[in-house]
């Protein structure tokens, strides 16, 4: 087992980290920018070091900082959590090169599953439904409008190292063709410095919804059941659930099956989750695969009864799995708090927690970083905690959030807080009757005193 992980994350998930790294007996070495001197995550790790200024560019992105952190503090294994440099295959592969274990993906399984057309090939030949589209990136406009008229329209147009959203087009028709082919590419090649791009059918009245996996270094695998991840603004999940309402126990099965089948075929090692969209008829295709742990991870953790950082932590130490999969006991709901103005376009609310109140009780967990006084920097994403709560049932469990969402106090900023309120109050959200568009339609009402939320 390590003897030390240096966590290369900021915020909540860093302090997840050094939670699970402390009941397993592990020392810590948190990293940390100048704009993050005074969060949680230094203060409770055993060791702390500076590894730049405040942007990410010269901090959490910067390879050699990091590599030479784990060096002086004489660290084993690096954690990357999620975001920044955890799906970097130049970072796992440089981890490597320096005997430090880098707890996640190879940096070959990174690459080949982070290319998009690449994964796709590769779950093609695992066996896994995919979405009709493009053999491979697009060579030129022609091959787009051929590949077009012969999956028919509606299509998607994606930029092959695109993320967030960005380099995506919806197309209903071919005359829209053209215009969102230049405008996607454009923005691909601003973002990513790559404008290749390839095309997929568009999955009408699709749930995003995915499959915890985990992945040992014998080549076997399990899965821990599925997330419903749908209910998004921009790409960028809002809310999410396990077990989803749209789920069939037979459908479960098909999907865990599915994605332990691919990690197997790709003898893949650590926790990761295959991504599907699910159509109305319920049939699902291979979206794509996140070689990382998630943000709500927590959801999982509590219905299945399962620590998956510490599982992350036992498989890069060489722990086999039992190699049985886990089906959710309970019903859990994850909000995410984000530092925005829901009532002013989710406009970032950096800035000072004059006061801050955190609920509790039976089924309610809170993972954050923030406490009263602490400044919010600008410099990161706005998520600034997360909001869980578990039940017996899917309505206790949304009763349980509305009940700890009213004893969410932040003074200070503005929080999304009241946009989760509206949500749970919802009748289409309350029926689990949502989708990928579900946002597009959703009208936040105006409410007063809102202030201090």
């Known amino acids: 087992m390590f ?4 966590i290369a994350n900021r915020g909540e ?3 997840r980290i050094i939670r699970t790294c402390k009941e397993m007996g592990i020392k810590t070495v948190a990293v940390y920018s100048t704009a993050d001197k005074e969060s949680l995550h230094v203060r409770f790790a055993d060791e702390a070091v500076c590894i730049g200024p405040a942007p990410s560019s010269e901090s959490y992105l910067k390879i050699p900082n990091i590599i030479s952190a784990a060096e002086i503090t004489n660290a084993d294994a690096i954690h990357p959590g999620y975001g920044f440099l955890s799906e970097n295959a130049a970072f796992s592969k440089i981890c490597q090169e320096h005997d430090i274990k880098f707890i996640g993906a190879s940096p070959d399984m990174i690459s080949r599953m982070g290319d998009k ?19 491979g990136i697009l060579k030129d406009f022609e091959d787009c409008k051929k590949v077009a008229g012969e999956i028919g329209y509606p299509v998607m147009l994606k ?12 197309v209903k028709s071919e005359d829209k063709l053209e215009a969102a082919w230049e405008s996607a590419r454009q923005e691909a090649k601003a973002g990513f410095g790559n404008n290749d791009m390839y095309m997929e059918k568009l999955i009408e009245e699709p749930r995003h919804i995915e499959i915890q996996i985990v992945g040992d270094q014998t080549g076997k695998a399990c899965h821990l059941s599925e997330r419903d991840c749908s209910v998004q603004r921009r790409h960028q999940k809002l809310t999410e659930e396990t077990p989803s309402p749209f789920m069939t126990d037979e459908l479960r099965e098909k999907m865990g099956n599915a994605a332990v089948k691919a990690a197997e075929f790709i003898k893949y090692e650590g926790a990761g989750t295959i991504e599907f969209l699910v159509d109305k008829h319920r049939n699902f295709y291979f979206m794509e695969m996140n070689t990382r742990i998630q943000v709500e991870h927590p959801i999982t953790d509590e219905v299945v009864d399962h620590d998956l950082i510490r599982e992350q932590i036992l498989v890069a130490a060489g722990v086999p799995i039992s190699g049985k999969n886990y089906y959710p006991k309970l019903h859990s709901i994850e909000c995410r708090i984000n530092a925005e103005d829901p009532f002013h376009n989710f406009r970032p609310s950096p800035g000072k927690i004059e006061t801050l109140h955190l609920p509790g009780g039976h089924g309610v967990r809170v993972d954050t970083h923030v406490y009263s006084g602490y400044t919010i920097p600008p410099n990161y994403d706005s998520m600034i905690a997360k909001l869980i709560a578990t039940a017996q049932t899917r309505p206790e469990a949304i009763s349980k959030m509305k009940r700890a969402l009213s004893e969410f106090v932040i003074e200070g900023i503005k929080t999304t807080i009241p946009f989760h309120k ?9 029926e689990g009757n949502y989708t990928t568009k579900f946002m597009e339609d959703f009208v936040l009402q105006e409410v007063e005193d809102e202030d201090d939320e």
């Open 3 to 6: 003897k030390k992980i240096l």
């Open 13 to 15: 998930i860093a302090l």
């Open 117 to 135: 057309a690449s994964a796709k090939a590769t779950m093609k030949a695992a066996g896994v439904p995919c979405v009709p589209g493009s053999e």
């Open 159 to 170: 930029a092959t190292a695109g993320g967030g959203g960005k380099g995506m087009r919806a």
């Open 422 to 430: 509206q949500l749970m109050e919802h009748p289409d959200y309350v």
